[in-house]
T-cell receptor
Framework: GAVVSQHPSWVICKSGTSVKIECRSL??????MFWYRQFPKQSLMLMAT?????????EQGVEKDKFLINHASLTLSTLTVTSAHPEDSSFYICSAREGIDEQFFGPGTRLTVL | AQSVTQLDSQVPVFEEAPVELRCNYSSSVSVYLFWYVQYPNQGLQLLLKYLSGSTLVKGINGFEAEFNKSQTSFHLRKPSVHISDTAEYFC??????????FGTGTSLTVIP
């Protein structure tokens, strides 16, 4: 099946700094990528939908100026958490859509903000 | 809008016993249905999916699920669980590959 990677898998940063997370589709081209956030013991919450070459569509309640999404190519989308604070600590998961049927999920990135 | 309900947040079961994880959904349109498994500190792995056709879907690791349109359910089953099946299981619904809506998850614990 299609493979999606994320980098880094785990990042620890100081409060106030910015962190970039990469999501790559390794063996297919993804016109659409999705970013999710997962709190401990909870389900995935969709943050935004990213289409290659255009601005991301953010879900209600997600600050677009804080969570910057760039989808510059058909195989790469990035999520930048700007001025991170401890409450931004979470597990961030991306997915990429191939065709019209399903999404393939990355392994996730655990962000810890001190 | 779609929504997914997983009624059981935690399911303990003895090794080699059968298990059923329940999933109900609501939607005004036809949807695709999925079950994912998540091991600690890992991403989601697809177990199985229903897109169309036969309502009984077989997936990996011996899991299967049955789509019941009249009851709007997509319950996951396995006739005999192993210790390695201990994980979090998520049911998801999608309107033809677009936005995914996830249930709150069911934590399956297999007891030796």
């Amino acid at each position: 099946g299609a493979v999606v990677s994320q980098h880094p898998s785990w990042v620890i940063c100081k409060s106030g700094t910015s962190v970039k997370i990469e999501c790559r589709s390794l063996d297919f081209q993804a016109t659409t990528m999705f970013w999710y956030r997962q709190f401990p013991k909870q389900s995935l919450m969709l943050m935004a939908t990213s289409n290659e070459g255009s601005k991301a569509t953010y879900e209600q309640g997600v600050e677009k100026d804080k969570f910057l999404i760039n989808h510059a190519s058909l195989t790469l989308s990035t999520l930048t958490v700007t001025s991170a604070h401890p409450e931004d600590s979470s597990f961030y998961i991306c997915s990429a859509r191939e065709g019209i049927d399903e999404q393939f999920f990355g392994p996730g990135t655990r962000l810890t903000v001190l | 809008a779609q929504s997914v309900t997983q009624l059981d947040s935690q399911v303990p079961v003895f090794e080699e016993a059968p298990v059923e994880l329940r999933c109900n959904y609501s939607s005004s349109v036809s949807v695709y249905l999925f079950w994912y498994v998540q091991y600690p500190n890992q991403g989601l792995q697809l177990l199985l999916k229903y897109l169309s056709g036969s309502t009984l879907v077989k997936g990996i690791n011996g899991f299967e699920a049955e789509f019941n349109k009249s009851q709007t359910s997509f319950h996951l089953r396995k006739p005999s669980v192993h210790i390695s099946d201990t994980a979090e299981y998520f049911c998801a619904v999608s309107e033809h590959g677009n936005q995914f809506y996830f249930g709150t998850g069911t934590s399956l614990t297999v007891i030796p």
